[in-house]
């Protein structure tokens, strides 16, 4: 293996130990954080990732509040729910965990939370301060991207990025993030109806494994030296895997982000800093 390792494990463990320290300091104003996640079902893996943060959110001080609903619940039952934590003094940052059972709007549940408590960063006024380049709650997971890459000093200015995946959560924010005055990368966004992937990719000094499809990108996908941050998370018989596969790919590339380890801690300290932003906001009077 040639690769450098971009270690998630490690610089979300400093973000999450800047979050306490401003945690601390709030506390010593007299307000406490609070994290409240919403749960609708019962899928072992949103259960995992919600655990995993609210664990986060404990050992950063900062109180979490979880709440379950069936698999069966309504939409208005949903909706009541972040209606109550909209309106708690308690609570600073809501993250409803996704995918949602058949039958909910994803949209329509993320866009009722109120958007300055909107820890992951996806309710849609947010989401068009990001497009306008305005202050807002920047999306978690592609906000946990840059750390990482800034941490490592892989420089986006002038880079050929190309990210594979439009999803909402990460590919279509993180594009618009890059190509921001400030990070100043050109950017391709590449999907299923991208023909010959791979010809595209070989041009990226960043490329952003975002598709949610396992062993995806390979290393005929990389050109040599290249940054590969890989974002996918697959259960597999072995335990997760990404959308790289991650042997091959780091006997090519410069620096691999692993799975796990990579980019899944970073998106759970984004979203404490985004809490503890909202945190801030409110003791200040800003919004």
């Not at 995918?99 to 996806?122: R, T, Y």
């Not at 420089?155 to 439009?166: F, H």
């Not at 998106?267 to 932003?277: F, Y």
């Amino acid at each position: 293996m040639s690769a450098r390792i971009l270690d998630g494990t490690a610089v979300a463990a400093l973000v999450r130990t800047e979050v306490a320290d401003r945690v601390d300091v709030l506390a010593g104003r007299g307000k406490s954080v609070g994290l409240a996640t919403v749960l609708v079902g019962d899928d072992p893996a949103s259960r995992l990732y919600v655990d995993s943060k609210r664990r986060a959110a404990e050992e950063a001080g900062i109180r979490a509040f979880d709440h379950s609903l069936p698999a069966g619940a309504a939409l208005g039952d949903v909706e009541r729910l972040i209606d109550r934590l909209n309106e708690s003094g308690s609570v600073d940052g809501i993250l409803v965990q996704l995918p949602l059972p058949p039958g909910l709007d994803e949209a329509v549940v993320l866009g009722s939370i109120d958007p300055s408590k909107d820890a992951d960063g996806l309710h849609p006024t947010n989401l068009g301060m990001l497009v306008m380049d305005r202050p807002g709650v920047a999306p978690a997971t592609p906000t946990g991207i840059l750390t990482l890459l800034d941490h490592y000093g892989i420089p986006t200015d002038g880079a050929m990025v190309v990210v594979v995946g439009r999803s909402l959560l990460v590919g279509r924010p993180l594009a618009i993030l890059l190509g921001l005055k400030g990070r100043d990368a050109t950017v391709a966004l590449a999907h299923s109806h991208t023909p010959d992937l791979a010809a595209l990719t070989r041009q990226a000094d960043i490329l952003v494994a975002a598709a949610g499809r396992p062993g995806l990108i390979g290393a005929h996908h990389v050109k040599p030296g290249a940054t590969v941050v890989d974002v996918g998370i697959n259960q597999a018989g072995e335990g997760l895997i990404g959308d790289v596969d991650f042997e091959a790919v780091a006997e090519v590339a410069g620096a691999i982000t692993p799975v796990p380890g990579g980019v899944g801690p970073m998106t759970i300290a984004s979203l404490l800093e985004n809490t503890v932003a909202a945190a801030e906001r409110r003791i200040t009077g800003r919004h």
